[in-house]
Each structure stands twice: as C-alpha cells, then as structure tokens.
T-cell receptor
Framework: KQEVTQIPAALSVPEGENLVLNCSFT??????LQWFRQDPGKGLTSLLL?????REQTSGRLNASLDKSSGRSTLYIAASQPGDSATYLC????????????FGQGTELSVKP | EPEVTQTPSHQVTQMGQEVILRCVPI?????FYWYRQILGQKVEFLVS????????KSEIFDDQFSVERPDGSNFTLKIRSTKLEDSAMYFC???????????FGPGTRLTVL
C-alpha cells in the first residue's frame, strides 16, 4: 500500500532564504507526482506536476525534482517571500491505483519578513 | 482561466440528514474525483468517476455515499444520512485524462452537529 510522508511537518524561515521541502513514497511504481499549495481553510492549488520519466520540473521560483527509484521528491523554493507561507502537499499517482492521488500530510511553511 | 467550482462553501447539517455537495468541473475534463480532508489529517480519496460511472472508490465510500453527473456540467456527492465523523472539507477535482494534472475546487466545509 502506497504511503506518502513529508518532512518536516513545519518549517519557519526568514524572508529571502532558499528552502527545500521533502516528500517520500514507499512504492516507486508511480505515474507522476504533483505538488500543491494549500492556504488555511482553502482549496488545493496545483504547483507542479512531474511525470515518472522526468527528473525535474520548474515553474518560476519553484523547482521540483523526482528520484523515483529511491522514492523521493523535493520542492525547492528560491528566494522565499512572506506570500509563500502556506501548507505544501505532495501527492502521487500510482501505476496500479487507478487515477487517484495519495497525499502526504503536508509541510506548513512560514516565511517571516 | 478555467477553474473547478464548488457549492456551498460551508454546509451545516444535523446528524442523520441528507446533504448534497455540488461541483462544476472544468468543461473539457472527463475524469472527476471527490476527496475529503478531516481537520488536521491528510487529504483522502473517496471516489473517481468517468464515462458516467464510478471507476474506483475507497473504503470510506460506503452505501451512505453516492455520486452523480445529472447533466453536462454538474458533479454531485450525496451523503444520505450524515454522521458526526463526516465533518470534513470535501474537495472536487477534475482532469482531462486519468493521469494528467488534477485541478481542485475550493472545497465545501461540511459540519455535522
């Protein structure tokens, strides 16, 4: 059964710092991995989708990497801003699990001015 | 930019009552999903729907739950007899194919008293 874990659960950094959020999954048989942002009490905003054949995907200050064989993904945020404060979720879509996403518990990021 | 919409944003109901949560997926999407997030917990898959039928459902999705696409635009989740433990944020999602990026709505917060 696929399990997704995100470390750390919470992270507080000063504005301007570069940071890395981690996501690990137990079954490497995945189609893709999706990173989301969730603001308190709000919906999920898709940030990046990285296919199993890709190693990296970039969007603006965000860069997601994927190492499928080791069951790991990272989300790199460059030059963090207070507006980046939110919970970041990763989710995987497994090969033998239909189209559903399996989520990690999220990393709550706080960027201090 | 097209987006998934959900109504209502917040629903309060008494235990044992029926509720219907509504979603309008993105218009050219073919695959539809419901997820839920109990406060402080992971986002969990409930059900996927394609070609007017359920393609997959989780253990949570028991006989008290049903989904329907009554017309060409709406996608609904019905809970026949709500329980206290059904209190959660319910998210609708859609995608073009089963393995592309999933786009989520803003959610409906269901409170069962």
């Amino acid at each position: 059964k696929q399990e997704v874990t995100q470390i750390p659960a919470a992270l507080s950094v000063p504005e301007g710092e570069n940071l890395v959020l981690n996501c690990s999954f137990t079954d490497s048989a995945i189609y893709n991995l999706q990173w989301f942002r969730q603001d308190p009490g709000k919906g999920l905003t898709s940030l990046l989708l990285i296919q199993s054949s890709q190693r990296e995907q970039t969007s603006g200050r965000l860069n997601a990497s994927l190492d499928k064989s080791s069951g790991r993904s990272t989300l790199y945020i460059a030059a963090s801003q207070p507006g980046d404060s939110a919970t970041y979720l990763c989710a995987v879509r497994g090969v033998n699990q239909g189209g559903k996403l399996i989520f990690g518990q999220g990393t709550e990021l706080s960027v201090k001015p | 930019e097209p987006e998934v919409t959900q109504t209502p944003s917040h629903q309060v109901t008494q235990m044992g009552q029926e509720v219907i949560l509504r979603c309008v997926p993105i218009s050219n999407h073919l695959y539809f999903y419901w997820y839920r997030q109990i406060l402080g917990q992971k986002v969990e898959f409930l059900v996927s729907f394609y070609n007017n039928e359920i393609s997959e459902k989780s253990e949570i999705f028991d006989d008290q739950f049903s989904v329907e696409r009554p017309d060409g635009s709406n996608f609904t989740l019905k809970i026949r007899s709500t329980k206290l433990e059904d209190s959660a944020m319910y998210f609708c999602a859609s995608t073009t194919t089963g393995y592309n990026e999933q786009f989520f709505g803003p959610g409906t917060r269901l409170t069962v008293l």
